[in-house]
Antibody, heavy 125, light 110 residues
Framework: QVHLQESGPGLVRPSETLSLTCTVS????????WTWVRQPPGKGLEWIGY????????NYNPSLKSRVTISADTSENQSSLRLRSVTAADTAVYYC??????????????????WGQGSLVTVSS | QPVLTQPPSASGTPGQRVTISCSGS????????VSWYQQVPGTAPKLLIH???QRPSGVPDRFSGSKSGTSASLAISGLQSEDEADYYC???????????FGTGTKVAVL
């Protein structure tokens, strides 16, 4: 069974950098794609981006691309999220999830099969 | 940023069948597979359906998915009180080279 656990500061000051870590057990961080998704209070889910360590592939939501970096640490079996220059609009529960990424007919089937419990990050002075 | 459109709410009485729609476009649902997630308030989303109509192990067969053209649907048959939750569709979008989520549907069991 795959288990994911997000960790990091619950409060970040405006204009600073949000940093979260996702510790994975039950699966190798280097063998799969891993993603980050966020959910502002009372709102829907927003995909942030994903990483595939072995291929060096990263993809980011165009609306966040200029501020976000997702990385992986194979020695710790962790994925990390950094979001720079945060504002109150970045207040959300941040989830990490394992990705299944495969060809499907002439397109892709990409879905998130295991999720962490989420980490609430509030941006406030 | 493309988004998949869902009705804000749906409801039914215990035992009824409820259907949730997910409307997309030629760059997402029409060419890529759809997944569905259930989120009980205060908890993380849970995968319900992947690859349009496939249920992961442990998901009751009361949940079923389908896709046609640029739209997809999730059906819940034999509605139960524990099905009260928010439901989200998702798909890969070729135009933005990323995943997109639906706007979410809150299901109430009356």
């Amino acid at each position: 069974q795959v288990h994911l656990q997000e960790s990091g500061p619950g409060l970040v000051r405006p204009s600073e950098t949000l940093s979260l870590t996702c510790t994975v057990s039950g699966a190798s961080i280097s063998a799969y794609f891993w993603t980050w998704v966020r959910q502002p209070p009372g709102k829907g889910l927003e995909w942030i981006g994903y990483i595939h360590y072995n291929s060096g592939t990263t993809n980011y939501n165009p609306s966040l691309k200029s501020r976000v970096t997702i990385s992986a640490d194979t020695s710790e079996n962790q994925s990390s999220l950094r979001l720079r220059s945060v504002t109150a609009a970045d207040t959300a529960v941040y989830y990490c999830a394992k990705v299944v990424h495969r060809g499907f007919n002439s397109g892709w089937s990409i879905y998130f099969d295991f999720w962490g419990q989420g980490s609430l990050v509030t941006v406030s002075s | 940023q493309p988004v998949l459109t869902q009705p804000p709410s749906a409801s039914g009485t215990p035992g009824q069948r409820v259907t949730i729609s997910c409307s997309g476009s030629s760059s997402n649902i029409e060419v890529n597979a759809v997944s569905w997630y259930q989120q009980v308030p205060g908890t993380a989303p849970k995968l319900l359906i992947h690859s349009n109509d496939q249920r992961p192990s442990g998901v009751p067969d009361r949940f079923s998915g389908s896709k046609s053209g640029t739209s997809a649907s999730l059906a819940i048959s034999g509605l139960q009180s524990e099905d009260e939750a928010d439901y989200y569709c998702a798909a890969w979008d070729d135009s933005v080279d990323g995943s997109v989520f639906g706007t979410g549907t809150k299901v109430a069991v009356l």
